[in-house]
């Protein structure tokens, strides 16, 4: 049985960051395109995680790239227009 990750995200004037809260994670995979991102991993108990979000806007996904913690993995998704603000992550306006 696959869940959703806890997700946070910070919308910045060149960036959006997602932060996928999971601890000590594994086979990790993250697929960034210009209009959807893609994350899928598990964790030390064998969970595993799989969030699919379509993006609010189009983003750069050349010039994004993740980064792993031990606690989380952050997602810098470079926006394709920049200083343009995000009211939301999703193009759906759902939570």
């Given at each position: 049985?696959?869940q959703?990750?806890?997700?946070?995200?910070?919308?910045?004037?060149?960036?959006?960051?997602?932060?996928?809260?999971v601890e000590?994670?594994s086979?990790?995979?993250?697929v960034?395109e210009?209009q959807?991102?893609?994350?899928?991993?598990?964790?030390?108990?064998?969970?595993?995680?799989?969030?699919?979000?379509?993006?609010?806007a189009r983003v750069?996904s050349?010039?994004?790239?993740d980064?792993?913690?031990?606690?989380?993995?952050?997602?810098?998704?470079r926006?394709?227009?920049?200083?343009e603000?995000?009211?939301?992550?999703?193009k759906?306006?759902?939570?």
């Amino acid at each position: 049985p696959r869940q959703p990750a806890k997700t946070l995200w910070y919308d910045r004037p060149r960036y959006v960051y997602l932060e996928f809260c999971v601890e000590d994670s594994s086979d990790v995979k993250v697929v960034i395109e210009d209009q959807r991102l893609v994350f899928s991993c598990k964790n030390a108990d064998g969970v595993q995680f799989y969030n699919e979000i379509n993006l609010y806007a189009r983003v750069n996904s050349k010039d994004s790239q993740d980064k792993r913690s031990d606690r989380s993995i952050t997602c810098f998704v470079r926006k394709w227009k920049e200083k343009e603000a995000w009211p939301r992550i999703t193009k759906e306006n759902i939570k």
